[in-house]
């Protein structure tokens, strides 16, 4: 029977036979399964590993910097790349949700292309793709779409001439997590929330800019930091917050206010496939909700969504 050590010794040494002193390149999302992917190849090949971290705009409040410097802290040779004002150019006027995820991919291929290009011969690309992935390869709404479910968009980009090497893609999630515990990943990493591509695009209602960006993390920093204070952050599959554009009345001492109206989402749910809305505590949610109206200007309503999937989908584009 498995055990994640026969998998990483196994997998390591592999490695090492296949990729020779070849370099690779891995483009690092921040999610478990990037993660994992990289610190196996790491293991195996050391500092021919060149990963690439793309800061899109759209990721949570201080997300970029606390990842980089786990990557950093992890051994990896990780690169950092602040591209948010390009991707914040292709998304600008945006409404349509799917307008918004193409617009996202092609800016993440041109960055990470670009990036690539750096690495001198360079003759490998390593995803994080895992076993439920190569089933639903077809679904461009793949949870760890970040490279994959773009490379129809245009003509391919040079670094997908690369070789391919997916040390994962046998696993299912709950493994990659043993793995990733068994090669003593930051348990911030491995027990993060699954968290889409297209960040916080898809979170905001209509058109993106960076205002409602700002808005939105303040948001989702108090609804999440909320959840791992009071245990809850483990009990729920995925949780986040929706900015609409929806403006109400609202009132703030003498002052009628007409701001947004943000959404709470927290699910429950085994792979995404299919979700039930978290029965997160009154209590819990009155004072989340007090947190954000007092804190975060612009918005002065908050709602809680208790749709399953399906028919809802998890997120709201
Ligand atoms: P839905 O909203 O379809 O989401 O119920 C199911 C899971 O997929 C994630 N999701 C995405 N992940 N790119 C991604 O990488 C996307 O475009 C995308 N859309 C949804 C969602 O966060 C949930 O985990």
Known sequence: ?????????????????????????????????????????????????????????????????????????????????????????????????????????????????????????????????????????????????????????????????????????ALFKDEVRLVGRAMHIDETILGRHPFPGPGLAIRILGDITPEKVNVLQQVDHIFISNLKKSGLYDEVWQAGAILTPVQSVGVMGDERTYENVVALRAVTSIDGMTADWSRLPYEFLADVSNEIINKVKGVNRVVYDISSKPPATIEWE
């Open 1 to 169: 029977d498995w055990t994640s050590e026969q998998f990483i010794d196994a997998t390591v040494a592999e490695l090492k036979e296949q990729l020779g002193n070849d370099k690779v390149v891995l483009g690092l999302s921040g999610g478990v399964d990037s993660s994992v992917a990289a610190m196996l190849i790491h293991h195996a090949i050391g500092k021919n590993l060149y990963c690439i971290f793309v800061d899109n705009g759209l990721l949570r409040k201080d997300e970029f910097q606390t990842v980089l410097d786990s990557y950093q802290h992890m051994g990896l040779n990780v690169k950092g790349v602040d591209a948010k004002d390009r991707f914040y150019t292709a998304l600008a006027g945006l409404t349509d949700p799917e307008q918004k995820r193409k617009a996202i991919g092609r800016v993440f291929i041109e960055v990470f292309d670009e990036e690539a290009h750096q690495i001198e011969d360079v003759k490998w690309l390593a995803q994080g793709t895992i076993y439920p992935d190569v089933i639903e390869s077809m679904s461009v709404k793949g949870p760890s779409a970040t490279i994959k479910s773009h490379h129809n968009v245009g003509g391919l980009p040079d670094f997908m001439k690369l070789k391919v090497v997916e040390p994962l893609k």
